[in-house]
């Protein structure tokens, strides 16, 4: 019994470890840092927030509220300065080869005067800024945002669109693994994390327009997105969620991508 508990538990910890987190996230010039769950330390001087450990929310549990901001996450009180313009980077402590999939960031208005004490992100609505999926149809299994992330040492550029308001706001930041989607016991797997931003310069009188969205509400595990075989080989491919809002970034081959091809890549900056 004991031999199969400890099997169970390394198998278990090998499984986490093989998932990577966020150990930082830069902005003009500024590190704020991450998170690391196995840490076990919890930070309210972070801006990204806290959760149990960087395991999946698989696709069978998109109605959970693990959905919006990882796994039983809770929220910080600290948040990070940005701009609208400003490149956020992410950096991911590691992330497998076989993990393919696509990348999708949203941010979400705090109301004013919100207390981050507890925060329910799931009460917010969400409007993505910024998508790469299916970057190339190329290789057996093609080539995605994932690859370019691993490409760039484990780093993801995300653009804060112009034209948006001042004021707090949570910045959801995730990547969708899709080597497991069409096994029905363990299906895709999404990594959301969420950081606290102050946007300040900008527009007066602005709000975020689009299709907003909740989390969760926002995926549904049939998705043509979320429930595909890419070991078949993948010529076109349809992002999960709503639309990029104007301003937003949006690479990807198949429906709502790209209109530029360059090469065998098709994307555009919506």
């Not at 986490?16 to 966020?22: L, R």
């Not at 709502?256 to 065998?264: A, E, Q, V």
Request: charged share 20%; hydrophobic share 35%; proline share 7%.
């Amino acid at each position: 019994m004991k031999v199969s508990i400890l099997l169970s538990f390394f198998a278990g910890a090998a499984y986490v470890s093989a998932h990577g987190f966020i150990t930082k996230i830069t902005v003009g010039g500024t590190t704020f840092p991450g998170n690391n769950p196995s840490s076990g330390k919890k930070d309210n001087a972070r801006i990204v927030w806290d959760y149990d450990n960087n395991g999946p929310v698989v696709a069978s549990r998109l109605d959970n509220r693990d959905i919006a901001c990882s796994l039983n996450s809770k929220s910080v009180g600290t948040f990070g300065k940005a701009k609208p313009g400003d490149e956020l980077t992410f950096f991911w402590s590691q992330w497998s080869e076989s993990h393919r999939g696509p990348t999708m960031t949203y941010m979400a208005a705090i109301p004013n005067g919100e207390s981050m004490n507890n925060f329910d992100p799931t009460k917010l609505t969400w409007y993505k800024i910024h998508q790469i999926g299916l970057t190339s149809p190329d290789g057996p299994k093609g080539k995605w945002a994932s690859d370019e992330m691993i490409k760039a040492g484990r780093t993801m550029k995300v653009k804060i669109p112009q034209g948006i308001p001042s004021g707090k706001y949570i910045i959801r930041h995730e990547f969708l693994a899709l080597h497991n989607a069409p096994n029905p016991k363990k299906m895709a797997q999404f990594y959301p994390v969420c950081a606290n931003f102050e946007i300040t310069d900008g527009k007066a009188g602005a709000k975020l327009e689009g299709t907003g969205v909740k989390f969760p509400g926002a995926y549904k595990a049939n998705d043509p997105g979320v429930l595909i075989d890419i070991h078949k080989g993948v010529k076109t491919y349809t992002i999960p969620g709503p639309p990029v809002i104007a301003g937003g970034t949006n690479e990807n081959i198949g429906p709502g991508g790209g209109k530029k091809i360059r090469g065998m890549e098709w994307r555009e900056n919506a």
